[in-house]
C-alpha cells in the first residue's frame, strides 16, 4: 500500500529522492522546473535545450543526478502545447511517469504536476488523476502465484500544494478511494472461476460491510429467491452446482428518507454458455462476467470511504451459467419475477435473465435511479470496440449525467438508442418476449429486454463487455467503470 501525501515544503528546502515536474513544447519550463532550474544553476533549461526531451506529452526523461539541492533526481514528463493540454494528454503523461518510477529503484517521490493548468479541471482533478494513476501502476495480478511479482520500490509519493491545500488533499482523498475501488474489483475480476464463485462475492460484500460501518449487507439464498419468484434467475442457476446469491450491499451516507442511488451489477462468476455452449478459444475469459458486480462493490466502497452524503444501494445478481442435466434448454419459457414469462431461445443470453429479477427486485428500494452495469453482449464489443462502454437508458436526463461524469473521469460511455421499433425483435410465438432478438442490434435488444423491467423508474444501462477487461498479452481487469461510477455519485453529492 502505498502513502500519499501533501507536500506544502518550497523546492529551496524539500528533500525528496525524485521530484517530478513537467516541461512543455518548445522548451518551456513549467513553475517548478523552472524553480529547480534555478536552484540547480539552470542545469534544466540546459538539458532542453540540448534537445534530450521535447516536450511532447508523456515524453520522459529521468536525470539521476542533481547538486546544491536535497532533491536526489527530477523525472522531467512533457505536458506538449502549454496553452492547451487536455485532460486526456495530462493522464496520458502521468501513467508514463507512474510507470517510470514503478520500474525505477526510487522509493518516494514528490509530484508537481498538481500545478499544471488542465483544460476544464481544476488542481482537485489533477491530484485525483495523479493518484488513480500511480495506484494502478502498482497493481499486480499475482494472488495465485506461488511467489508475489516483484513490487515497485516506491512506497511514498507527495503532491505539491501549490497554493491550495485543501483541493489538493481533496483530490488525494478521492483519488485514493477510486484507486481502492478499482484495485478492488480488478482483484476480484481478476481470480478465476474457482475462486471467484457467487458464495465468494457474497464474502466480498461483507467484508466491506465489516470495515464500514455506512455499509450494510443482506444475502438471499434461491430459497428466498423462489419465495419471490425469480424464475427468470434461478433457471439460469440451475444448471450449475454453485449456488446463486442475490447480495445487496446498503450504503447509508444521508438520511433515511433519502431515495437512493441504486447499481445492479452482473455477477455472473462464470459463463460457459449453457446448453448453448461457446465455442472453446478464449472462453477462460468468461471468468470476467461478473466485472459488473466487481465495479459495485468497488464502487460502494468508495461512497463510503468518501463519507458522501447520499444514499447507494448496490445489487448483485451472481450465479454460473453452466450446461448440466438440469440446465436451461433453447425454447424453455420461463416466468420473471416481474411476471413477464419469457422465451429462452439461446441460454448464452443469460446476463439479462438474471438482471432482470434483479431490476425488478430494485423497486423494494424506492430507487431515485436505477444504473445496471454488465458485461452483457459480445455486439457491444463489435459496436464500440474497447474504448466507450455502451450506455442506454430511457431518461435523458440521466444518460446525459453520466456522460458528463464519463468525461471527467475519463471513463468513457457512447449512448445507443433504445427506440420503440427494436422491440419487434424480442417478439415471441410462445411467451411474453424472447430473449434474444436475432442478428442486428444486439447490444440494442439486450438493452431493450432489460428496459421491459425498469419502466417503474429512471434507469442506466451501461454495458461493459468491451471496457471491463483486456485481452492478449495484457490480459487483466480495468476496474472500469468504477472511476465513472465514482464520479457520478461526487456529482451527485455535490448537488445535494
Ligand atoms: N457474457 C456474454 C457477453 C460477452 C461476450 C461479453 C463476449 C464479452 C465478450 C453474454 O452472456 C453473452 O453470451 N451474450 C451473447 C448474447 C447472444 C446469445 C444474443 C453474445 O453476446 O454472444
Ligand atoms: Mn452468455
Ligand atoms: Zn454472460
Aim: net charge negative; with cysteine; proline share 3%.
Amino acid at each position: 500500500m502505498m502513502d500519499y501525501l501533501l507536500a506544502n515544503t518550497p523546492l529551496e528546502s524539500l528533500a525528496t529522492e525524485c521530484l517530478i515536474v513537467a516541461v512543455y513544447e518548445g522548451t518551456q519550463l513549467s513553475a517548478s522546473a523552472n524553480t529547480l532550474d534555478s536552484l540547480t544553476d539552470g542545469l534544466i533549461i540546459n538539458i532542453v535545450e540540448r534537445g534530450d526531451i521535447k516536450g511532447k506529452v508523456a515524453d520522459t526523461l529521468l536525470i539521476s543526478y542533481l547538486t546544491k539541492t536535497e532533491i536526489k533526481r527530477v523525472l522531467l514528463v512533457g505536458l506538449g502545447d502549454k496553452n492547451k493540454l487536455s485532460a486526456k494528454d495530462f493522464r496520458k503523461a502521468i501513467n508514463s511517469a507512474a510507470k517510470t518510477l514503478a520500474a525505477s529503484s526510487i522509493s518516494n517521490a514528490t509530484c508537481c504536476l498538481t500545478e499544471n493548468k488542465v483544460s476544464n479541471q481544476d488542481r482537485t482533478w489533477n491530484a485525483r488523476q495523479i493518484v488513480e494513476s500511480f495506484d494502478a501502476s502498482l497493481y499486480r495480478a499475482d494472488s495465485c502465484k506461488s511467489e508475489p511479482a516483484d513490487k515497485a520500490a516506491l512506497t511514498q509519493l507527495s503532491l505539491c500544494q501549490i497554493d491550495d491545500s485543501d483541493a489538493v488533499q481533496t483530490g488525494i482523498k478521492q483519488g485514493l478511494a477510486i484507486a481502492q475501488g478499482v484495485s478492488l474489483a480488478k482483484h476480484a475480476s481478476d481470480l478465476p472461476g474457482n475462486y471467484c464463485t457467487p458464495s465468494y462475492l457474497a464474502e466480498q460484500a461483507l467484508e466491506i460491510a465489516k470495515n464500514h460501518a455506512s455499509i450494510s449487507t443482506t444475502i438471499l439464498e434461491e430459497s428466498d429467491m423462489l419465495e419471490l419468484g425469480m424464475g427468470s434467475f434461478l433457471s439460469v442457476s440451475r444448471g450449475s452446482r454453485q449456488p446463486a446469491k442475490l447480495i445487496t450491499l446498503e450504503y447509508n451516507g444521508a438520511g433515511k428518507d433519502d431515495k437512493p442511488i441504486v447499481f445492479v451489477g452482473k455477477g455472473l462468476t462464470f459463463d460457459a454458455g449453457g446448453i448453448s455452449l461457446k465455442p472453446g478459444s478464449g472462453m477462460d475469459e468468461m471468468k470476467y462476467d461478473m466485472c459488473g458486480s466487481a465495479a459495485v462493490l468497488g464502487t460502494l466502497q468508495a461512497a463510503a470511504e468518501l463519507n458522501l452524503p447520499i444514499n447507494v444501494v448496490g445489487i448483485i445478481p451472481s450465479s454460473e451459467n453452466m450446461p448440466d442435466g438440469d440446465a436451461n434448454k433453447p425454447g424453455d419459457i420461463v416466468t420473471s419475477m416481474a411476471g413477464l414469462t419469457i422465451e429462452i431461445l439461446n441460454t448464452d443470453a443469460e446476463g439479462r435473465l438474471i438482471l432482470c429479477d434483479a431490476l425488478t427486485y430494485a423497486k423494494k428500494f424506492n430507487p431515485d435511479v436505477v444504473i445496471d452495469l454488465a458485461t452483457l453482449t459480445g455486439a457491444c464489443m463489435v459496436a464500440l470496440g474497447q474504448i466507450n462502454t455502451g450506455l442506454m437508458g430511457n431518461d435523458d436526463a440521466l444518460c446525459a449525467e453520466l456522460t458528463a461524469a464519463s468525461t471527467d473521469a475519463l471513463d468513457k460511455v457512447w449512448r445507443l438508442p433504445l427506440d420503440e421499433e427494436y422491440q419487434e425483435q424480442l417478439k415471441s410465438n410462445f411467451a411474453d418476449l424472447a430473449n434474444i432478438g436475432g442478428r442486428f442490434g444486439g447490444a440494442i435488444t439486450a438493452g431493450c429486454f432489460l428496459s421491459r423491467f425498469t419502466e417503474d423508474y429512471q434507469w442506466a444501462h451501461l454495458d461493459i463487455a468491451g471496457t471491463a477487461w483486456k485481452s492478449g498479452d495484457a490480459k487483466g481487469a480495468t476496474g472500469r467503470p468504477v472511476p465513472l461510477l465514482v464520479q457520478y455519485l461526487l456529482n451527485r453529492a455535490n448537488a445535494a
